[in-house]
């Protein structure tokens, strides 16, 4: 699947790494959360599947979190590292020490809680990230 930014409708700083995340998925919703949280440079930037399909970032939904940067794209395990290594500090060892796996036994892992994340975490109705806090890192 190919990632391109358009002609910046939405005028998004082109530094940013935007994360493409499942709205509905309250695990990924808390993921959210704690990556804003943890985001004291402000790389990241946060939309939902639906709008990266909306403003045509991603031609297909997918069952992965994605990072979108520039014109390349990471998904599965090699998104979890890129977000890792952004965040800089110990969170930078973590995904150090997670590039050392084989990214074929790290996309096993990534997919096996990919697969189980509404039984095991559930749905929400809407999407909860709305909140004052995320407010100027959503793209909507």
């Known amino acids: 699947m190919a990632f391109r930014l358009p002609d910046n ?23 959210v959360k704690w990556i804003a949280k943890k985001d004291k440079m402000h790389h990241f930037m946060f939309t939902s599947q639906a709008t990266a399909l909306r403003l045509g970032w991603i031609s297909e939904a997918v069952n992965t979190v994605l990072v979108l940067e520039s014109e390349q794209q990471y998904e599965r395990g090699s998104a979890v590292i890129k977000i890792l290594n952004t965040l800089g500090g110990f969170w930078s060892f973590v995904g150090v020490l997670l ?9 096993f892992f990534y997919d096996l809680v990919a697969k189980s994340r509404y039984f095991i975490f559930g749905k929400n ?14 793209i909507v």
């Open 9 to 31: 409708p939405t005028n998004i700083n082109q530094d940013y790494l935007i994360i493409v995340f499942d709205e509905i998925c309250v695990l990924c919703s808390w993921l």
């Open 99 to 107: 590039s050392w796996m084989p990214i074929q036994m790290l996309n």
């Open 125 to 138: 109705q809407v999407c909860t990230l709305m909140d004052s806090t995320l407010k100027n890192k959503i």
